[in-house]
């Protein structure tokens, strides 16, 4: 069966080239490219693989650091590995539920969690709260 598993990859016919590179192959965007970066309002981040909401507007803040950075994340939509390329070690992150690669967490975000969440904006769809 040659379709046997579209299931699982169906999202990837929705993705540009540039979303694969990331999300599949734990690629990065250039810092300070996403538009997401600036995005202020109130607010759900979904998974642009398989659309789970990820994070609240209000888990947002501005780290500086170029990506959208978040410090906390929806019970459960993540999950985390260890992730040792580039020479470093680092914690990388993934929709929990489609594994689409979405970015790192760093322990050096704001109180009350002190997490990071370093995500790129290519990764995700927002869509803001209907008023
Ligand atoms: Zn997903």
Redesign the pocket.
Known sequence: MTNQSKKEFLWVSDLSAEQLRVMRDHGTEPPGSSPLNYETRSGIYY?A??H?PLFHGDMKYDSGCGWPAFFTVIDNAVETEIDHSHHMVRTEVH?A??K?HLGHVFPDGPQPTGERYCINGISLKFKKEES
Do not use: L, N, P, S
């Open positions: 998974c693989g398989c789970t929709c539920k489609c689409a």
